[in-house]
């Protein structure tokens, strides 16, 4: 099991050596761009484009590589047929709930393949369809009009909702056939139509109280859509003069951060009529949101118009009401002006920064300028407010490389060491162009992957052991020790006994080492009358690829023991006759006895 163990290790390890070498010179940051053109409301599935195709890929390399599809809008639309390498539609398509009235609709999205890591930008562009018709908010509206009022006086009518755009938006309007009105169209400044009732011959109330007529709204597709609205004409007496606005269309513009009360326009309409018919009380159009009317009021009898919620930009930039003016009389006439604010965004949104790929581990030896993760940055304000730089500490050793659209790749620029710092956590500061500027943080972690460019060392160089003679075998003489600042299987230590000869002998053939902890032992008893001292070389090895040694040297002396009785060595019992014997013990006797 422990053999597999290490198999798995060194096959991981080679596998993420080929990643990250892939990885580095494989980074691309390529600007261009691929468009496409779609209709809205495909049906799921739909393809859209062979993507692989068009990048320059093959349809295994899209598989392989973990080809994906992130959409800047936030909502997921497309996928990647991984099969075929195809964009596909994976969710319904809504232009109108993506780009509103705007007359293009483009979808960015953005192409991450991994192994080695590339972004690609790619652009949808959503095309219209005429799958929305003409309508109005309500479907019936009643004028009040005095049987007095004079041929040729108009009334506004509510005007008809398409949210197409292009010819498939709103183009004319058709009224019903009478003899009392026809129907005039008044172009707004901002391009929308108005429909207007105009009265081509005078009413009488006692000949017929009660007009209905039927306003039809048409739009520009094919085959044409329509909506229709109920004009209902009650016709009454007196009150022949309805207010008029000095200005039928009023612009403001507020700042975001205008505060609550705030009074910013007073609208003024005048009535000719005198008395109750020329009193005149003003409030919001029938239809105005509540949304609308939580932000804004009006003093119903100066005209005066306030703040009373907050302004926000980025949800809203600009609102147009509908101010009606109503007199007292009887009946009670109206005229109506629209009210345009234009909402000035101010820097009240801190730059957001998010990880467009995890952050990978970096092997210590990793080469200047490899990549480590994809950041980007984006601020909702407009503008310079909106312009978002990154920043990093420059004591790291790291940078920020600008890619594109606001995105940066972080990418090494120094010298690693996983011994000195095994992980750094990379502050990264957003700032936007506005002012004040505003600021944001994000720490990102980034793990260092060790190599084995430590060699194991001993604390000392030689050693130095005594050992008795007359020792019993599998006596440990001594035990050495290396440390190895690396880790894993780079810092794993082997010990073995270099080969060298003692009086001709191999050095293996005194002494054997434990190859684990470095424990050495005796193969035999020592005889110090024999053997006196010598050496062995110990190498430790580390387990790393490729593997790193070094050496010590053990000095081995052997003890002295008193194992060996005198023996007198002259003279001989050879010498041969009793004289010469009397006479050799005569002299000095010598004897030898080990030396100790």
């Known amino acids: 099991g422990e053999s597999r163990g290490i198999l798995t290790c060194l096959s991981d390890w080679r596998g993420l050596m080929q990643w990250l070498l892939c990885f580095c010179l494989s980074w691309n940051t390529t600007g261009a761009e691929i468009r496409y053109t779609v209709p809205e409301e495909l049906s799921l599935g739909s393809v859209v484009g062979n993507i692989a195709k068009d990048l320059g890929l093959e349809v295994s390399e899209i598989s392989f590589r973990e080809m994906r599809i992130a959409s800047v809008a936030g909502k997921q639309y497309f996928s990647v047929d991984l099969g075929k390498g195809e964009l596909v539609v994976s969710d319904r398509i809504d232009r109108e709930s993506l780009c509103g009235q705007s007359a293009s609709c483009l979808l960015p999205l953005e192409v ?3 192994n080695p890591l590339q972004l690609h930008r790619v652009e949808v ?12 908010q309500s479907s019936e509206r009643t004028l009040k009009i005095a049987e007095s009022t004079a041929p040729g006086m108009r009334f506004s009518l509510e005007s008809a909702q398409d949210p197409d755009v292009g010819d498939n938006s709103l183009k004319s309007y058709t009224l019903s056939k009478n003899e009392h009105f026809s129907l005039e169209i008044k172009d707004q400044d901002d391009g929308r139509k108005v429909p207007e009732l105009c009265l081509e011959k005078a009413l009488d109330r006692e000949n017929k109280a009660r007009h209905q007529l039927l306003l039809t709204a048409l739009d520009g597709g094919s085959p044409v859509r329509s909506g229709t609205s109920q004009i209902i004409i009650i016709v009454l ?4 003069n309805n207010p008029i606005f000095k200005h039928p269309l009023c612009k403001v513009s507020l700042n975001e951060n205008t505060p609550q009360g705030t009074s910013f326009l007073k609208v003024e309409a005048n009535d000719l009529d005198d008395g109750p018919n020329g009193e005149i009380e003003y409030s919001f159009g029938d239809h105005t949101a509540q949304s609308v009317k939580a932000l804004f009021e009006i003093d119903p009898k100066t005209g005066e118009m306030y703040l009373k919620g907050t302004l926000d930009y980025e949800s809203t930039p600009s609102y147009r009401i509908e101010i009606i003016a109503k007199d007292k009389g009887m009946p009670e006439m109206e005229g109506q002006c629209n009210v345009q604010i234009d909402v000035i965004d101010v820097n009240d949104n801190s730059p957001q920064i998010s990880l467009t790929s995890k952050p990978s581990p970096v092997r210590e030896n990793a ?16 503008g310079d407010n909106g312009k978002v730089t990154l920043q990093i500490q420059p004591s790291y050793p790291f940078t920020l490389e600008p890619s594109i659209s606001s995105h940066y790749a972080l990418v090494t620029n120094g010298v690693l060491d996983r011994e000195t710092f095994p992980e750094y956590s990379i502050e990264i500061t957003a700032t936007d162009a506005g002012s004040p500027p505003l600021t944001s ?4 972690p980034v793990r260092i992957l060790d190599v084995n460019d430590n060699p194991p060392r001993f604390p000392d160089t030689a050693h130095t052991v005594y050992v008795n003679e007359n020792n019993t075998p599998g006596y440990i003489i001594c035990s050495v020790s290396a440390l190895d600042m690396d880790i894993g299987d780079n810092a794993k230590i082997s010990y073995s006994i270099l080969d060298s000869k003692v009086q001709d002998m191999s050095v293996s053939s005194y002494t054997y080492i434990n190859s684990d902890n470095g424990s050495i032992y005796s193969m035999h008893s020592f005889d110090y009358e024999k053997l006196k001292v010598f050496q062995i070389q110990v190498q430790a090895k580390d387990h790393g690829s490729p593997s790193l040694s070094s050496n010590v040297t053990v000095h081995v002396f052997i003890l002295d023991q008193n194992d060996n009785a005198p023996a007198v060595i002259y003279p001989s019992a050879v010498m041969g006759s009793l004289s010469r014997v009397v006479q050799a013990m005569r002299c000095s006797v010598l004897v030898i006895q080990p030396r100790v």
């Open 237 to 240: 007496d007196n009150n022949d």
């Open 367 to 382: 080469p200047k300028g490899t990549v480590v993760a994809l950041i980007s940055a984006r601020d909702p304000d407009s």
């Open 441 to 444: 943080k994000k720490t990102i």
């Open 112 to 114: 991450i393949i991994e």
């Open 125 to 136: 562009d959503i095309r219209d369809i005429n799958d929305n018709a003409p309508h109005f």
